[in-house]
Every structure is written in structure tokens, then in C-alpha cells.
Nanobody, 121 residues
Framework: QVQLVESGGGYVQAGGSLRLSCAAS????????MGWFRQAPGTEREFVAA???????DYADSVKGRFTISRDAAKNTVSLQMNSLKPEDTAVYYC???????????????WGRGTQVTVSS
């Protein structure tokens, strides 16, 4: 059974940093893309960042230059380093894995339950 478990969320002041991690289990994920999405209250879930099976990365324009995604293939983990956080980054952050090679929600097959990130002004 595939499981994704996020950790590292919390409360931080604007300008601060947080590091999210996601541990994947249940199968080998070396051929999977791994990504992060987020959902703020009253909005739809949106793409944040992805790291492909070949280590190429994609970022939403809103986080470019502030967030960095990385993965450890041996440990089946994906991390999201978030710097220069803004109040508008406040959301529940979800880890996802998939093999459809895209950055849309339908491109990801498995999802974590999410971790809350709150950025105060």
C-alpha cells in the first residue's frame, strides 16, 4: 500500500523559512515524478513544485527563486525548502507522486494528507 506522509509544516513570520519533507513508502519511486501542491482556504489546490524522475524541476511562478525542491531516491523522500515566506504562502501543502509527466493534479496518482503552513505578516 502506497503511503505519503508529510512533515515540517508550522507557523512562521513573513520572511522566514520552513522545510517540508515527504516520506513515500509502499513501492519504489525512482521512475516517479514527485511534487508539492498547496491549497489555501476557499481556493482550489494549486501546483507548487515538482522534481521529475530525471531530476528536472518545475516551479510555479509565484515561488520561483524562493522555494527549492529536492529528492533522495535512496530514501524515497522529497523535500521543499521554502525561504522568504509570504502571508500568501499560507496553505495546506500536499506531497504527490505520479508518472504522467505533468504538473496538473490528474498527473499524480498518490497523495499525502497534507501539512499546514501558516505565515504571519
Amino acid at each position: 500500500q502506497v503511503q505519503l506522509v508529510e512533515s515540517g509544516g508550522g507557523y512562521v513570520q513573513a520572511g522566514g523559512s520552513l522545510r517540508l519533507s515527504c516520506a513515500a513508502s509502499g513501492r519504489a519511486f525512482s521512475t516517479y515524478d514527485m511534487g508539492w501542491f498547496r491549497q489555501a482556504p476557499g481556493t482550489e489546490r494549486e501546483f507548487v513544485a515538482a522534481i521529475k524522475w530525471n531530476r528536472n524541476t518545475d516551479y510555479a511562478d509565484s515561488v520561483k527563486g524562493r522555494f527549492t525542491i529536492s529528492r533522495d531516491a535512496a530514501k524515497n523522500t522529497v523535500s521543499l525548502q521554502m525561504n522568504s515566506l509570504k502571508p500568501e504562502d499560507t496553505a495546506v501543502y500536499y506531497c504527490a507522486v505520479g508518472r504522467k509527466r505533468g504538473i496538473r493534479e490528474p498527473d499524480y496518482d498518490y497523495w499525502g494528507r497534507g501539512t499546514q503552513v501558516t505565515v504571519s505578516s
